[in-house]
């Protein structure tokens, strides 16, 4: 009437539903009358919550990442739904830590990344900020996590809604998911959060070359108590050192002339931060000429371990390199670009005065691939080192200048060596020790000198009652770059509070045959020495 159509339906009686917002006429006849409205909300309600499920999901995977530094590492931590939740410490190329930490549909992923050079040659200088660092650490991770959650919560949301009011075109629909989103994701991370294990970091699974870190480093908690002890007895075991110059100037049986040559010989470092220390006042007080190192500067020769050679660099002298079973490509790659760095691999180099030859162990041990035995002397592992012997041997035959010193990393490289030279320099036992090798008749003699740990075996040192000692030696060449003497030095372990330094002089040195030893200790002991086996 009066030109209003009737609508079939009282606009009083309509209403809004609370979900879909429409206008919702009340239907006046048909078997769907109290069905169609139910059925279409609950298509609505299910809609809703599809896409706030997959909006919290995506947001999660886009926004779910940090990046943040822990102690020297570069790291970053990312959350992404899962079943069970737990932990992934990612550490490449050496493999992964799984960690039962939580339970909840989050997995929480910790990848570290490189070493920050700046804050790696801090540590490494300063060996008390390495407690500081590992202190520093935990509140790092716990900062890191913080911002992880906060961030992942904005992600999920902030997607939700640009996903939902794609869809929808529906302000209040879209407030719906969102709301939605916020729930799901902080109830899941609440989860988590409720649910944490830190007792979970004493019992990790391993992945990857990890696998090997149990059998090889032994009981985590028993070595970082024996560390914390160790650290605080190293730091007065270097102020010690300092006494080596005194206690050399106090020998009145060597005087070296102004023609003599000072090599210094380490090796199998592992890692351990401390020997650089030892190494620079060693080098600077005994005026050093050069540093031969043989080999086992790192662990599993990772990238990330790279960076611990930047301290070859600060010594300023001749670095002569050979790689251990430990050490890969990469490390002698990093080693090469040391300015004062030589790294011998079947090949030979002069250097004041001396002609070095040097090649690299053919073994490496973390890679089970390209070195199945590992490191137990097998038929195997015999016939790989002997035939590196055999290679150098070689090398030195062929060399157009005679030399003087062969560098192998594993003493049973050695033997085919025997008459080449007059001095073989080898690791790898962390055990000192002086021999002649065997020769035929009418053979030069040649004298094999393996040297002991200089970073006192790494962490493997610690499994003991005792941690084995940090040890390298100083050899004095003569104008004719023979052997006439060498000083053996050792920084003693927990417990022992001692800088003991024994010299040797050869009677012959055209013979190389070593001479009665002059022990002289340092660092407030009494003057007892420690053999060193010439057999």
């Not at 004298?447 to 493997?460: D, F, K, Y």
């Not at 003569?478 to 927990?494: E, N, R």
């Amino acid at each position: 009437m009066d030109g209003q159509r009737d609508d079939g339906h009282d606009d009083a009686d309509d209403r809004d539903d609370p979900v879909t917002g429409d206008d919702q006429p009340r239907p006046t006849t048909g078997w769907w009358v109290g069905a169609a409205g139910p059925l279409r909300r609950l298509g609505l309600i299910v809609a809703v919550l599809a896409v706030a499920l997959a909006g919290a999901v995506l947001g999660v995977l886009a926004g779910g990442q940090v990046s943040t530094d822990i102690g020297p590492f570069r790291a970053n931590l990312s959350i992404s739904p899962a079943r069970d939740g737990g932990t992934t410490v990612d550490i490449p190329p050496l493999g992964a830590l799984l960690l039962d930490s939580h339970d909840g549909p989050t997995h929480l992923t910790v990848r570290l990344g490189a070493l920050d050079q700046g804050r790696t040659e801090a540590l490494i200088d300063d060996p008390a900020s390495i407690s500081r660092a590992s202190q520093s650490a935990v509140e790092d991770v716990r900062s890191g996590v913080m911002r992880l959650g906060l961030r992942t919560l904005g992600a999920s949301v902030l997607v939700t809604l640009i996903l939902a009011g794609l869809i929808f075109r529906d302000v209040r629909r879209t407030a719906w998911a969102g709301g939605l989103a916020l729930l799901v994701t902080a109830s899941s991370l609440g989860t988590a959060a409720a649910t944490l294990r830190p007792q979970a970091i004493e019992e990790p699974r391993y992945e990857g070359l990890l696998v090997n870190a149990p059998a090889i480093v032994g009981d985590a908690r028993r070595i970082a108590n024996d560390y914390t002890k160790y650290a605080e007895q190293l730091q007065r075991l270097v102020g010690n050192v300092s006494q080596l110059y005194t206690t050399v100037s106090a020998l009145p049986l060597l005087e070296p002339t102004p023609g003599t040559t000072r090599v210094l010989h380490v090796s199998d470092m592992h890692l351990n931060p401390t020997g650089w220390q030892l190494i620079r006042t060693v080098v600077e007080q005994f005026g050093i000429d050069v540093v031969i190192d043989t080999g086992d500067i790192t662990d599993w020769g990772s990238e990330p371990e790279a960076s611990f050679v930047a301290s070859i660099g600060l010594l300023k002298k001749p670095y002569v390199f050979i790689r251990g079973n430990h050490d890969s490509g990469k490390t002698a790659a990093a080693v090469a670009r040391q300015p004062n760095a030589i790294v011998l691999n079947n090949t030979t180099t002069t250097v004041a005065g001396l002609t070095i030859a040097g090649i690299g162990d053919p073994r490496f041990t973390p890679d089970k691939n390209t070195s199945p035995a590992g490191s137990g002397l097998t038929q195997q592992v015999a016939d790989q080192v002997i035939g590196a012997g055999n290679q150098l041997a070689a090398t030195v035959r062929s060399s157009p200048r005679p030399v003087n010193i062969a560098l192998v990393h594993d003493p049973a490289s050695a033997g085919p060596l025997a008459g080449t030279c007059p001095l073989v320099l080898a690791g790898h036992t962390h055990s000192r020790q002086v021999s002649e090798l065997p020769q035929a008749p009418g053979q030069q003699r040649t004298t094999l000198m393996v040297e002991g740990s200089t970073g006192g075996a790494g962490l493997r040192g610690l499994e003991g009652e005792k941690p084995t000692p940090l040890s390298m030696s100083v050899l004095y060449f003569d104008q004719q770059k023979m052997l006439q003497a060498y000083d053996t030095i050792t920084v003693g372990g927990t417990g022992q509070a001692q800088v003991n330094l024994e010299r040797r002089l050869v009677e012959n040195p055209a013979a190389g045959v070593p001479a009665t030893p002059t022990p002289t200790p340092s660092g407030g002991v009494p003057a007892t020495p420690t053999p060193t086996p010439t057999g």
